[in-house]
């Protein structure tokens, strides 16, 4: 094996440097679907090449290296792998199995426990609106998903948005936008790098559901003015944190300015967002035309995540001819 070996465990790094970008240029459906289909690409890839390096250890184990009729002194000489780096990858390689084992775990059984909730919810449509005094909304997860909205988020929204508000959860419910975060955070706990990636699948969906709410409505600003006093009345009046109705759909961080005027929208619009949090970017994005679809920045990150692929391809190979051989018979120590 040669130093390609490394390169799936490199682009992750280039991977989470380009999320942000990526979610503020393209469509948020487009981004959604490239961010975590390559966070799952490359956390596989990167898991397969910590698992090659761990084959690299075992191999020059002579009990192992009987089992599989090989010589250890022909792969010793053949592998370019040092055994402390092999056995580093093979610690690496048990934490991440464990990290994505019981991630896998964690977020399977609050899915379900969620679909449970949402069954137990009066009445049979997919909106449920509750009497809590505390402004709320949220999708849950299920079999159909259900919206529940609180009587504290109707008061702080004007018809108009509440109307966005409804919008933007039936868009959660029906594109199951949940499946994306859910499988983003699983390559993220596989491999740490890609955190930020999986960070930026959260706000993906929810700009995906802010486009489609600002569609049905055909309201840019009123989107964007319902998304900042959603958010505002939110953290006005934080839901008990021990009720069993906890959001997992978050609306995300407060801004801290009176969204509804002309000035405020503005202001927003002008303003650099290099270190905003998820709604300043939300409220920016719905006061520009949607964007629109480049070709050169998916084929750029389609590119990096292939050949990260091709990478943990070839140094398969290149092990799999240098297994077959150390087991040509009559090699030293076989």
């Known amino acids: 094996m040669h130093l390609a070996i490394y390169v799936p465990l490199v682009i992750p790094v280039l991977a989470a440097l380009a999320a942000r970008p990526l979610a ?9 679907w490239l961010l975590t289909a390559s966070a799952l690409a490359l956390a596989l890839a990167s898991g397969a090449v910590l698992g090659l390096l761990v084959f690299s250890a075992l191999a020059r184990i002579p009990f192992v290296a009987a089992i599989g009729k090989m010589s250890v002194a022909v792969f010793s000489r053949g592998d370019t792998i040092s055994l402390p780096v092999a056995i580093t990858a093979g610690a690496l390689f048990a934490a991440a199995a464990a990290a994505a084992c019981l991630a896998l775990w964690r977020r399977g059984a609050a899915i379900v426990a969620a679909g449970r909730q949402a069954r ?11 009497g809590d005094d505390a402004a709320d909304a949220y999708t849950l997860p299920g079999w159909p998903c259900r919206v529940v909205i609180t009587q504290g988020m109707l008061r702080a929204l004007s018809g108009p948005e509440r109307g966005v508000l409804l919008a933007h959860e039936r868009s959660h419910a029906t594109g199951s936008h949940y499946l994306f975060t859910s499988a983003a955070r699983l390559a993220a706990a596989a491999n740490p790098i890609l955190r930020p990636v999986a960070a930026q699948v959260g706000y993906t969906v929810e700009r995906w559901a802010d486009e489609r709410a600002a569609a049905a409505t055909g309201d840019r600003p009123l989107t964007a003015r319902a998304v900042a006093r959603a958010a505002l009345a939110t953290s006005a009046a934080p839901p008990d944190p021990d009720s069993r109705a906890a959001p997992l759909t978050a609306l995300g961080i407060v801004i801290a300015a009176d969204h509804g005027t002309y000035e405020a929208r503005h202001r927003f619009a002008r303003a650099g967002l290099r270190g905003a949090g998820p709604v300043p970017r939300r409220v920016a994005a719905l006061l520009r035309p949607p964007p629109r679809t480049s070709l050169l920045l998916v084929g750029a990150a389609v590119a990096l995540v292939a050949f990260s692929g091709l990478a943990a391809l070839d140094a398969a190979v290149s092990l799999h001819a240098l297994v077959e051989l150390a087991q040509v018979p009559g090699a030293p120590g076989s």
């Open 24 to 32: 503020d240029r393209l469509p948020p459906a487009a981004a959604t």
């Open 120 to 130: 137990r919810l009066p009445g049979a449509g997919q909106v449920v609106v509750t």
